[in-house]
């Protein structure tokens, strides 16, 4: 079955770019997928980031936008996040998660990756 | 943004009540409104989506009813591994957006 696999350096200084990489496995990356980037810092909701399509077309959260660049590898099968500039209120863990497209229509997301605590601090 | 309002921010219940968890949001979302179970450590699972629609595997006592603007998510009767954190997410407009979380404790 599909499975999604988060990695990435769990210390990130501040002011840095925070970097990191979903794998997927057991099923395509192209359509009808969409690929997200979502966060939860500890003890608070969730907070979506953004997603990427396999044509390259990304959407990503107002509050977000001009620090945040997605990218995906076809050839790989995996999908990539930067969030440039972080500070402490950027620690969070990071999940990517699958969301399809059926018909014109998003579907929620129904597989998700084990998440990857990232920790922002000198 | 759509902003999601979920009440109860926490809910106390015993094994086999019937519990009930509100979602409202700010404009209409078109049914497109899912429901997530998390559980400590671990990554949100998908119950329901597109309102009404059970995931498959989960059990037929979650039910996701509602339109317009107010959602809710029943539980017909509590069983021990219901115990976790409940989570709204509307899919209706880019960027999506999250309730503030139910928590679902023994009482």
């Known amino acids: 079955q599909v499975q999604l696999q988060e990695s990435g350096p769990g210390l990130v200084r501040p002011s840095e770019t925070l970097s990191l990489t979903c794998s997927i496995s057991?099923?395509?990356?192209?359509?009808?997928?969409?690929w997200s980037w979502i966060r939860q810092p500890p003890g608070k909701a969730l907070e979506w980031i953004g997603f990427?399509?396999?044509?390259?077309?990304?959407i990503y959260s107002p509050s977000l936008t001009g620090r945040v660049t997605m990218s995906i590898d076809t050839s790989t099968n995996q999908i990539s996040l930067k969030l440039n500039s972080v500070t402490t209120a950027d620690t969070a863990v990071y999940y990517c998660?699958?969301?399809?497209?059926?018909?014109?229509?998003?579907?929620?997301?129904?597989?998700w990756g084990q998440g990857t605590m990232v920790t922002v601090s000198s | 943004d759509v902003q999601m309002t979920q009440f109860p921010s926490t809910l106390s219940a015993s094994i086999g009540d019937r519990v009930t968890i509100t979602c409202r949001a700010s404009?209409?979302?078109?049914?497109?409104l899912a429901w997530y179970q998390q559980k400590p450590g671990k990554a949100p699972k998908l119950l329901i989506h597109?309102?009404?629609i059970l995931e498959i595997g989960v059990p037929s006592r979650f039910s996701g009813s509602g339109s317009g603007t107010e959602f809710t998510l029943t539980i017909s009767s509590l069983q021990p591994d219901d115990f976790a954190t409940y989570y709204c997410?509307?899919?209706?407009?880019?960027?999506?957006?999250f309730g503030q979380g139910t928590k679902l404790e023994i009482k």
């Open positions: 998660a699958r969301d399809p497209f059926w018909s014109g229509i998003h579907d929620g997301f129904d597989i």
């Open positions: 404009q209409g979302v078109n049914n497109l």
């Open positions: 057991g099923g395509s990356i192209n359509s009808p997928y969409y």
């Open positions: 997410q509307q899919y209706d407009s880019y960027g999506y957006t």
């Open positions: 990427i399509h396999y044509t390259g077309t990304t």
């Open positions: 597109k309102a009404s």
